[in-house]
Nanobody
Framework: QLQAFGGGLVQAGGSLRLSCAAS????????MGWFRQAPGKEREIVAA????????YYADSVKGRFTISRDNAKNTVNLQMNSLKPEDTAVYYC???????????????????WGQGTLVTVSS
């Protein structure tokens, strides 16, 4: 199971930190990702991190502003979001890769466990 939290309302230029707590299978063996879905749009990858944390991926739209990290001792994955823009408004989901030991997975279909989503609203 995955549980995401940390969303909220923030002004443009502000920051938020999302966290996702994992339980169930061995967290440290699986790559993790953050996706988002804005109203009327498809769910898209935001960032991903390999099982070890040694490799990360960022969508071009968030590169330089967002940072993904993981703490395998605490079974958590985090997304630090800085310099937020109104276009970052979306429901954010954490997800876990279906295969153990992989690098960063960017395709939605490669993830099989999903958190419930947390809403991030950025006002202009």
């Amino acid at each position: 199971q995955l549980q995401a939290f940390g969303g909220g309302l923030v002004q443009a230029g502000g920051s938020l930190r999302l966290s996702c707590a994992a339980s169930g299978r061995t967290f440290s063996r699986y790559a993790m990702g953050w996706f988002r879905q804005a109203p009327g749009k498809e769910r898209e990858i935001v960032a991903a991190i390999s099982w070890s944390g040694g490799s990360t991926y960022y969508a071009d739209s968030v590169k330089g502003r967002f940072t993904i990290s993981r703490d395998n001792a605490k079974n958590t994955v985090n997304l630090q979001m800085n310099s937020l823009k109104p276009e970052d408004t979306a429901v954010y989901y954490c997800a876990q890769d279906r295969h153990a030991g992989t690098g960063t997975s960017t395709l939605r279909g490669l993830y099989d466990y999903w958190g419930q989503g947390t809403l991030v609203t950025v006002s202009s």
